[in-house]
């Protein structure tokens, strides 16, 4: 029998189902990386905009359908991509206005009004949408799967949420590295004080940051829908890995936001193939924090003066 | 002592109760052990219990956080930990081979039946035992406290990095003990206990006991930590907190010492965490994980993190308002805890024990001394004022 | 040379990424001796500093003091040994008294329990009473530290250095914001606590560093460049270049 290569699909169908995870992950460390890496702001409420973006993928959802035209039925998932962006970005705007530029001094407090925050728009989420989970619709073109060999089957969704992560990461390694926020971005994280007497304005780009950082999680909302359903807490159950995603990389960089997600992704995911979900999770979990206290500058930083 | 300042001796002993923080000290000592019990019924008396169980993890938190600089997001494992040991003594005792005589292996907790184990794992064996119970519950989380901590604070991790680590290992203990209900009760914890030693827990009579030793506890726990702040490591901590460079170049180990408080603040949440399980008669996960450490978190910060009794207080407040709203408006409760938590880093960052207290106390003070009796002459202008005494050679 | 110097840097390199902060840098102090580091920004002053306090680890190179290798050993340790460092921007406890900043520095009960069993005996007010009026704070003792001024931070924190009786100070910058009354203060301070040991100034004040310092050595880009008395110094040619040549 062909037990090695059934063995090996086994191992490729697993590779690819933690693969959806992973994007979710990743997209959401590079949101995190964005506004915990650059800007030093923990966002415990990052995670609710991950809900922000699923919740307005369902609501279009519904739009499409009762509408009931087909090319919005088919269409409408890539549309909301996009508005999900705007929309966690616009709610980033607001709440970097109205909290967060208080507190650029003050990580732990940061850290305890943004946990107050998530806590409020959670209670939001379920006083709007009702606490029990709902489902975006998915489009036809979404669903099946391809097959390359008759023993392996590739969603099709894990397919595009990888294609639409791979394009965003590169997307966001092409701002911050060449385009001219990306440089204010970076001379504001390493001199604020210079930064604003050469005319930055550092605020503005503050406040632009976060509300990327936000609009990332947007997206990475939409993506969760292809994979579960949304209710008032589906962003709280990333936020814990998102940060350590973040934390174990290497908070400035984003190479390591992605090796990272990667490794604590693929490694949860092939250990779920041998044991219970929750002891994939436990074990995950505690590799990272132990190697974190061995190296806890994380897997990717530079040796830097003082 | 000249006549015109003589002060009669309940204005005297007032003024002296008036230093410092004492009087405050003896206001928590009544509202807790006298006018609480006066005047709640037991169900409501053993909640007040239950509330005060938690200030035990918030006392710790105004040692390591408000002194120590040490934002800890998983105190809960601590509490829990502590429950946890307390949990398994008291199950062992209720599961008995005569009353577990229904179970396919009698002789073991009902939920360990259940989920068709059919020997005791060798880690509860030692639980059978009170003493090693009663040395367990702050042991077991104090060496978890010390591995961390060492192993955290000789790396220099600090600040926001090590609050999200305390927050990983508070979610890998809770989904632990989820994921293992045949060693653990999994998600419902360890339920139905029933006598300590022989004796009822589920009496009446016997809340009112524990209630009372569980205050006494945390009075004792309050005067150990303003005798440990008063003094050189009380002053020490807050150098530390401010200047942890300069501390370190005055010669102390600032790992060591941030590895103490932090043990410290662990063995005080478990001792609140075996309280509750007495009193409560259960320990589940749901008191492990990151969302109950947080609240603890929050108690602290309202009642002040820089003030034992604020700690106290605070968890009161918050605890007592958890349990109003999520009776009367469920929905109205998170946001107000939400915004509470915005509130106190914006607006009120030393909690209510940082509000103007001097100025009330001078104030009330002021008005108890004016309607004290007085032997001085500071007099109202009805009364007369006295005369001299005659010049009389002849009075006896 | 048989000479066992109080404090031996010995070829001392540090490396960021490849910048040299300090490069093959020798250095000798001996008892009694006040020597001064001079140099222009960036020549590696502070971060000599930093390797012999056991802030930062050299790359390569060692430090030795009294005898035993320093470069392993952690902050507090090399306190322990009896070296005290004073830093550039004052840091003190702005929320405790003179009189708690100085017994905080005290050299007893310096671990937890100690801290918490620590007594203030007669001894300890009598030595911090004798350490303040040396730092010229004696009527100031009960003040917050917050609130003295900046030149009067600086010689608290002298203070909190004297009273671990170091075999070593090293003081970065001590005069640096101080008015002329002040540095003169400080000069007297200086003169009086170099007896028995060895104090290193860092300073920009050519001035104070010729009244104070028997001998200096000048540092530029992470290297030695020359090493003297005032005079000689200020004469020669390459440190000419150096301070005035740009």
């Given amino acids: 029998m062909d037990s090695v290569s059934d063995l090996g699909a086994i191992f490729v169908m697993q590779g690819f189902n933690g693969l959806s995870n992973f994007c979710v992950l990743l997209l959401m460390a590079l949101g995190l990386a964005i506004i915990f890496g650059q800007m030093g702001v923990i966002n415990m409420a990052h995670g609710e905009f991950l809900t922000i973006g699923a919740y307005t993928t369902f609501l279009l959802s519904e739009l499409a359908h009762s509408v009931g035209a087909s090319w919005l039925i088919e269409s409408y998932f890539v549309i909301a991509i996009v508005i999900a962006f705007f929309v966690a970005a616009a709610v980033g705007f607001l709440v970097e206005y109205l909290l967060i530029r208080h507190l650029y001094a003050r990580p732990l407090d940061t850290l305890l009004a943004t946990w107050g925050l998530s806590l409020i728009l959670q209670q939001a989420f379920r006083s709007t949408f009702g606490a029990r989970e709902v489902s975006a619709t998915l489009p036809e073109w979404l669903m099946g799967s391809v097959q390359p060999t008759p023993t392996i089957d590739i969603p099709i969704n894990g397919l595009v949420v990888m294609g639409l992560t791979a394009v965003l990461t590169s997307a966001v390694f092409f701002a911050l590295l060449r385009s001219r926020w990306g440089v204010r971005v970076r001379a504001t994280t390493q001199n604020r004080v210079m930064s604003s007497a050469t005319g930055i304005n550092t605020r503005r780009v503050d406040r632009i940051t976060f509300s990327l950082g936000c609009g990332l999680a947007g997206i990475a909302g939409a993506a969760f829908t292809t994979i579960g359903s949304t209710g008032p807490t589906a962003g709280s159950l990333y936020i814990v890995d998102t940060f350590l995603t973040v934390v174990f990389g290497g908070a400035q960089s984003l190479v390591g936001a992605i090796a990272s997600a990667f490794s604590i992704a693929q490694t949860q995911a092939t250990m779920e193939f041998f044991m219970s979900g929750s002891t994939a999770k436990v074990l995950t979990l505690l590799a990272v924090i132990t190697i974190l206290m061995l190296r806890p500058q994380g897997l990717f930083a530079t040796r830097v003066r003082g | ?396 | 040379m048989n000479h066992e110097y109080l404090l031996s840097v010995d070829g001392v390199t540090v490396s960021f990424d490849g910048f040299k902060a300090v490069d093959n840098l020798s250095l000798y102090v001996d008892k009694d001796e006040i020597r001064a580091i001079i140099g222009p920004n960036g020549a590696g002053k502070t971060t000599l500093l930093d390797i012999i306090s056991g802030k930062t680890r050299p790359t390569s190179g060692s430090v030795s003091f009294k005898g035993a290798e320093l470069t392993k050993l952690r902050e507090h340790e090399v306190v322990r040994k009896g070296i005290g460092r004073k830093f550039q921007t004052p840091s003190v406890y702005e929320s405790l008294t003179v009189f708690e900043n100085l017994e905080m520095s005290y050299p007893k009960g310096r671990n937890a329990f100690g801290a918490w069993a620590f007594k203030r005996s007669k001894a300890v007010i009598e030595k911090v009473e004798e350490i303040a009026e040396l730092i010229y704070l004696k009527d100031r003792i009960e003040d917050m530290a917050g609130v003295l001024s900046h030149g009067q931070k600086q010689w608290l924190e002298i203070g909190m250095l004297l009273i671990q009786n170091p075999d070593l100070m090293m003081l970065d910058e001590p005069v640096a914001g101080m008015s002329v009354g002040e540095r003169e203060k400080t000069a007297e301070l200086l003169k009086l606590l170099v007896e028995g040991r060895a104090v290193i100034v860092v300073e920009h004040d050519m001035e104070f560093v010729k009244r104070i310092a028997d001998k200096v050595t000048v540092l530029h880009q992470g290297k030695w460049l020359a090493e003297g008395s005032m005079a000689t110094v200020q004469q020669d040619p390459k440190v000419i270049e150096v301070y005035i040549g740009h």
């Fill in chain 2, 1 to 396: 002592m000249s006549k015109n300042e003589t002060a009669s001796l309940p204005a005297r002993a007032l003024k002296e109760l008036m230093q410092g923080d004492r009087v405050y000290l003896l206001l928590l000592a009544v509202l807790i052990l006298i006018v609480f019990p006066a005047t709640l019924s037991v169900f409501r008396l053993a909640l007040v219990g239950k509330y005060l169980t938690y200030s035990f993890v918030a006392l710790g938190l105004v040692l390591c956080w408000g002194y120590g600089g040490i934002l800890s997001l998983g105190q809960g494992v601590f509490f829990g930990l502590g429950g946890y040991c307390m949990a398994m003594f008291l199950k062992l005792e209720a599961s008995d081979p005569k009353s577990t005589s229904i179970q396919s292996t009698p002789g073991i907790p009902d939920f360990m039946d259940w989920n068709q184990l059919t020997e005791l794992p060798a880690y509860w064996i030692p639980f059978k035992s009170l003493a090693f119970t009663l040395i367990a519950i702050p042991l077991v989380p104090g060496l978890l406290a010390l591995i961390i901590g060492l192993a955290m604070f000789k790396r220099r991790v600090g600040g926001v990095y090590f609050a999200i680590i305390t927050q990983a290992v508070a979610a890998i203990l809770s989904i632990l003990i989820i994921g293992q209900q045949g060693y653990t009760g999994g998600v419902n914890g360890i339920t139905d206990l029933k006598t300590l030693l022989g004796w009822d827990i589920r009496e009446d009579s016997a809340k009112l006991v524990l209630y009372y030793v569980n205050a006494g506890l945390l009075f004792g726990v309050v005067l150990i930590g303003r005798h440990l702040l008063a003094s050189k490591l009380g002053r020490l901590l807050m150098a530390m907190r401010d200047r942890e460079d300069r501390v370190r170049f005055s010669g102390y180990d600032v790992a060591q010492l941030k590895t103490f408080v932090f043990v410290a603040a662990a063995m005080i949440s478990s001792i609140g965490g075996a309280m509750f399980t007495l009193q409560v008669g259960f320990m589940s996960p749901s008191f492990v994980g990151i969302e109950p450490s947080i609240e603890m978190v929050i108690a602290a910060a309202v009642g002040g993190r820089g003030s034992l009794l604020g700690a106290v207080y605070g968890a009161l407040i918050v605890n007592f308002g958890k349990t109003f709203f999520s009776e009367r408006f469920p929905e109205l409760w998170l946001f107000l805890i939400g915004s509470l938590f915005i509130a106190v880093v914006m607006v009120f960052p030393n909690g209510l024990a940082g509000l103007d207290w001097a100025a009330l106390k001078r104030r009330t003070l002021s008005v108890v001394q004016k309607l004290l009796p007085k032997r001085g002459h500071e007099s109202s202008a009805s009364e007369p004022a006295p005369t001299p005494a005659a010049p009389n050679g002849g009075r006896s």
